[in-house]
């Protein structure tokens, strides 16, 4: 009997909180405000990136950014360790998270094309640059 009351409370406790869980606040804004969102979070990415210099102390190294509607990313960024590489990491990964949902959301497409990474990267005038 006692169990019987437990499990009755969870129950409750379960449908209480799935009743008034928080909705993704993207899911009430259009697919244009969507994408002017998914543009902001583009820029302050370039943005962090482009602070990045190179040099003999720090390595150039290139991410994946974007998400094309039909899978793979839509280019690489290219950077170095010069900057906080975790916080660009994580801005770049919720970045392509987000695409992806507005991809599906608003039903895009793309020409599908595979995109390369960068045959390799080279530090010129303490700039990063990917040689294709």
Do not use: H
């Amino acid at each position: 009997m006692k169990i019987a009351i437990v499990v009755l409370k969870f129950a409750s406790l379960f449908l209480l909180l799935s009743a008034f869980q928080c909705e993704d606040d993207t899911t009430s804004l259009t697919c244009e405000e969507k994408m002017s969102q998914l543009s902001a979070m583009e820029m302050s990415i370039q943005n962090l990136a482009d602070t990045s210099v190179c040099n003999e102390n720090f390595e150039c190294r290139s991410v994946a950014l974007g998400s094309k509607p039909c899978g793979g990313p839509w280019g690489y960024l290219v950077y170095s360790t010069s900057i906080d590489t975790l916080k660009l990491n994580t801005l770049v990964e919720k970045y392509n998270q987000f695409e992806a949902k507005i991809n599906e959301e608003c039903e895009r497409f793309s020409d599908c094309a595979m995109v390369n990474p960068p045959e390799r990267l080279e530090c010129q005038n303490n700039r990063c640059i990917a040689v294709y």
